[in-house]
């Protein structure tokens, strides 16, 4: 057991922040947190102390969206249209992961780095390479990740080198499936990579399995209204997008959909009866000029939202610049609909890139005793002097909005220290 | 006289790139560009060479609106709106630079900071304390920037302690002008802070003094709905905003405009008709839910327009960061109106947060001969393999979207070496 000390700063609920100046978290043997407290005990006081100081100690980031091997290409292809994109870079990018010791060598280095960003835990896509998509698992798992990886499903409308036959997407899935008995943190979840892209035969399998071997689903959906067309002319005896996944069993507790962006009642409430998780990418939707998503209005009516990077439709890992992008989107949408004031607060929008995520893997609001500690501690000190005293509350804003890597001097993940 | 040697990457056009792989920039003794080659001729050869490898050499940034005192605050209230925000934080922050040397201890972070960031030539507003401002001057010029900096003007609806009588005003401003012939590269400029904050009289008299002495201006337009409604209110016999500056002689050549977020057509029509210069803020103008200004449109239409971080409404003084929220910006305007591509590519705002605002210090278009050598260094040399050679436009895209202080290993100002 041990003891961690410093300025925590814990979103207990969507817009609430609990601040414990010179607090004290207690963590048991296995990492879980068995006391958040302003004051130890006698028997606590004599556990081993990790004394941040003034240091802020936030939740680490929870990462519900990316695409691992579109890493490489971060930052590029930003005038291209979302076709182009796809064709000039993204499936050319996916199709060099059939090559092992390439994808040994982006994964290390990006487990690597979303640890020194402060991401944790994360809900992510593979390639369809059944090999790499291991290579992934490993790296993330070696580096402290928790989260849920899938080798990506699509046997139709792919690219040079980069589609399977649904015989060949059905054999390698379940060879894979078998491959991630050892995984410890990273657990697969089934991936048809969108509708567009998996003929209904092979979703009817991947619905089945899902459902057999009690695994969850993650995909797209309502991305841009030229693929909200596309599905309709694809599957038109299904009226909606998400009747294309319900269809084949796969709109059911936990699936994540990223995106979410055109979005009407009908379909807000089909998410909220299913418990459909949201991945909003504000970033990615801006760069591929796919729509600003109503993502304060999703949580308002109740539906769970949470955030992903998209990298590399998103052009940062950096969740901290995710979630002020989240912001500034939801702020632009504000000023659309001439609702003065209906945008994100600081307080939001870490909730939904923090805790709205870790709830996706059993946690509860804030730091609570029970859960896995997963937190980064946050080095400040660069700060310029404002002439006064910074409150603490006004220090985590301005870590969410300048937050840099070298910032982060400590990430713990299921209680371990994994940086720092 | 010296070479540098490098893979130079021109803004020679709006959206128009000139890339020199391993070309060479020859300085004279002055620090004005001699020649831009492919080949050295034998002369040149003999000269001293700075060799950067593969390094990018790319034009350093202008930053065209921010303002100083407000950079203790970056990243602080973003969750107020704008009236909450000045009176919380801006007018309060601005207020503490009557303390010499806090202003002390801040402008010199700040212009270090600017540097780092590859900033080398700013157009920057001041507090309205004139000892403040000289040391601001001072810090700039002593770490190799070049600019024009004013003292603020404000004789009504200021804050506390951050207002001047107009007979102040006049006099701090002639005290502050005489102190400033002292710098050689810090310039000052004429700073009614806007209409809303100076009397018709002190407007008046600031016209007339920028005329007398032939000094540029600076101030605000057309930031929010509220504040054209407010300037309307104060001067009703003005029909439009830029008529309250035009009316007092400071609608000009070189004017400095920031935000132009709301504009019509004869609003267009008279600032290209004045040459005045827009400098466009899009990261504050969403963080502080001012608009999305139609950035693309007012350059096609023949609008000098340049970008400005204005800190503290935006949140980054990284221009870099500022030229991908443009883009941004951009591309949510382009999905509003549905005009699919009409958004701002890599290159054009590239131009526009380098060329565009060197223009302003006379240079020309790229890297011209005869003109000053303002220029980064960046190396890319962190970046993630794509399993295949990258070309130079993609690394300069790349680093455009995810350039940090790190990638940035030498700036020149002026032709002098001020980092790395």
């Known amino acids: 057991m041990k003891v961690i000390k410093g300025n925590i700063v814990s979103a207990t609920g969507f817009g609430e922040l609990t601040i414990l100046e010179n607090g004290f978290i207690v963590l048991d043997k296995a990492g879980k947190i068995a006391a958040v407290t302003e004051h130890l005990t006698e028997e606590q006081k004599r556990l081993p102390l990790m004394d941040y100081g003034e240091r802020l100690i936030l939740h680490s980031f929870v990462d519900m969206h990316l695409h691992a091997p579109q890493y490489p290409m971060l930052g590029m292809g930003m005038d291209l249209s979302l076709l182009d994109w796809l064709n000039t870079y993204t499936f050319q990018m996916e199709a060099r992961f059939s090559d092992v010791e390439y994808a040994r060598e982006v994964y290390q280095r990006l487990a690597a780095d979303l640890i020194h960003w402060g991401t944790t835990r994360v809900v992510m896509f593979s390639s369809l390479h059944t090999q790499a998509t291991w290579v992934l698992m490993e790296e993330l798992e070696k580096a402290g990740l928790t989260g849920y990886v899938g080798k990506v499903n699509m046997d139709r409308n792919g690219g040079v080198n980069l589609q399977e036959t649904t015989k060949e997407s059905k054999r390698e899935t379940l060879r894979w499936l078998d491959g991630c008995e050892r995984f410890q943190r ?3 979840i089934i991936t048809p990579r969108f509708t567009p892209s998996c003929t209904d035969g092979l979703m009817d399998w991947l619905g089945r399995l899902a459902e057999e071997r009690n695994l969850f689903v993650q995909s797209h959906m309502n991305e841009n209204l030229e693929e909200i067309r596309l599905v309709k002319e694809l599957v038109p005896d299904c009226d909606r997008y998400w009747q294309t996944y319900a269809k084949h069993r796969m709109w059911k507790d936990h699936t994540v959909m990223a995106h979410c962006v055109h979005i009407d009642k009908d379909e807000i409430a089909a998410l909220k009866e299913a418990n459909v998780v949201v991945a909003h990418c504000a970033d990615s939707n801006i760069n591929i000029c796919s729509g600003i998503a109503p993502v304060r209005q999703l949580v308002k009516e109740g539906v769970w939202v949470t955030l992903g990077s998209d990298i590399a439709g998103g052009a940062q890992l950096s969740m901290a610049e995710v979630i002020t992008m989240t912001i500034r989107s939801s702020k632009i949408l504000a000023m659309q609909k001439q609702e003065d004031g209906n945008f994100l607060s600081v307080a939001e929008g870490y909730y939904l890139g923090t805790v709205s995520g870790h709830k996706y893997f059993g946690s509860g609001e ?48 299921e209680g371990k220290k994994v940086l720092g």
Not at 383 to 390: D, E, H, P, T
Not at 400 to 406: L, N, S, T
């Open 366 to 413: 804030g730091f609570c005793v029970g859960d896995m500690f997963h937190a980064i501690v946050v080095d400040d000190s660069d700060r310029i002097s404002l002439g006064r005293k910074m409150t603490v509350q006004e220090r985590f804003e301005r870590m969410i909005y300048r937050m840099k890597k070298e910032n982060i001097v400590a990430v713990y993940s």
């Open 186 to 188: 990273i657990k697969p």
